[in-house]
């Protein structure tokens, strides 16, 4: 039998690499031959798995995590027909069946028949479908031919791997976040958190047209990876409001579009800083978005987090300013990204060159026996966006 090896959640503040069981072509106790077998070329932490990790969420002990895979089809099963052995895919971290009206009208984030609990499911996440995670070393994929994006031959992909592994989430998200909040030719743009998504939310502005893209972020290091590709940015342990700081830069105390790229961990501005105050963010962006403007809102929200600072936290019930929102007739976007609705264009711009997403986010490449380390450096705020390379072959 083959081995498998995975990053699998503990306890709160620890992973830990184990021996897992290597994927079959079943599901619900019968063949999966609408799947794929891949070994994992690429698996990256993302934000979202810190959550995670850091117990703000009900992850159960032993999940195996993981949802930014990037890999080559080993084993098809009889049903697969456009994908074949030896294909390097992308995989959305959304699993959608293809099926459902949800997916038929390319609302792929909330899929009805792959979860049991919640419409739309995901690789290696609480309360998404119980699906094995792909921080490992082999990973099984199901409806393969409608989920899967085919890339380049290998030489051509691997050459550019650190990119193309970015389309299995935070690009596409970034780049949803940005489309939802009405970025394009000329705008003006706040983007909140300076975070892999942040970052690539803000390459994602520049791509669609924006004029000056400004990121706020209490970690001058995130802020010194957005000045690297042309952003503006806000320092927010600064006292100074973040109306006065945009008009600063812009001459206007507003932007056409905001985009929430942090979600239910914010923190306060200023002297509040040290403190987690969850609807920060949602109200900033409100108070700073011009009257009908949008806000994208990619940054994770949850309906159950055991280390709320309150009772409705812990639900996922904030103090939102909903009467700002409507006075000034803004519109939101929330919820996963459909990852498969950019995708493919995505790729393109990365293979033309129109944009260098892994420089953007500062992608770094470690082994899947260094992702615990990964993990903790990334939960103290680097500047980074680790990408796992489980079989050695990014380095070679």
Not at 13 to 36: A, F, M, W
Request: some cysteine; overall charge neutral; proline content about 5%.
């Amino acid at each position: 039998m083959a081995s498998n090896r995975g990053v699998a959640y503990i306890k709160p503040g620890v992973v830990e690499v184990q021996s897992i069981d290597y994927p079959k072509l079943t599901l619900n106790g019968r063949k999966c031959d609408h799947g794929v077998i891949l070994k994992i070329l690429s698996t990256n932490i993302c934000g979202s798995d810190q959550h995670m990790v850091r117990g703000r969420t009900t992850a159960p002990a032993g999940l195996v995590l993981g949802h930014e895979i990037t890999g080559e089809v080993i084993e098809a099963g009889h049903d697969v027909e456009f994908i074949k052995v030896g294909d390097i895919v992308s995989v959305p971290f959304n699993i959608a069946c293809g099926r459902c009206r949800n997916c038929k009208e390319g609302k792929t984030g909330i899929c009805l028949n792959v979860n049991p609990s919640r419409p739309g499911a995901a690789y290696g996440y609480v309360d998404m479908g119980g699906w094995v995670g792909g921080q490992a070393e082999y990973v099984m994929c199901p409806y393969a031919d409608f989920n899967l994006l085919k890339l380049p031959p290998k030489d051509v992909a691997m050459a550019k791997i650190k990119d193309l592994t970015m389309l299995s989430d935070i690009f596409p998200t970034g780049y949803h976040g940005a489309v939802s909040a009405g970025v394009g030719p000329g705008s003006t743009v706040y983007v909140a958190g300076g975070g892999p998504v942040g970052l690539a939310c803000a390459a994602s502005c520049h791509l669609l047209g924006a004029a000056v893209v400004i990121v706020g972020d209490l970690i001058p290091e995130r802020l010194a990876q957005a000045r690297s590709f042309g952003c503006e940015t806000i320092d927010l342990r600064k006292d100074a409001t973040l109306p006065d700081q945009i008009d600063a830069i812009l001459g206007a105390p507003e932007v056409d579009a905001a985009v929430d790229c942090v979600g239910f961990e914010a923190r306060g501005y200023g002297h509040d800083a040290v403190v987690e105050r969850p609807a920060t963010v949602l109200n900033s962006v409100m108070e700073v978005t011009r009257a009908g403007g949008a806000v994208g809102i990619p940054g994770l929200y949850v309906t159950g987090d055991p280390g709320g600072v309150d009772d409705n936290a812990k639900i996922g019930m904030l103090g939102i300013r909903i009467g700002l929102g409507w006075a000034k007739s803004l519109a939101f976007t929330t919820g996963q990204c459909p990852v498969m609705r950019y995708h493919r264009k995505l790729l393109s711009c990365i293979l033309h060159d129109k944009i260098q997403i892994a420089k953007a986010v500062n992608a770094t490449v470690i082994s899947l026996d260094e992702a615990p380390q990964g993990y903790k450096d990334f939960d103290k705020g680097a500047a980074k966006k680790f990408i796992l390379d489980p079989h050695r072959q990014i380095a070679a």
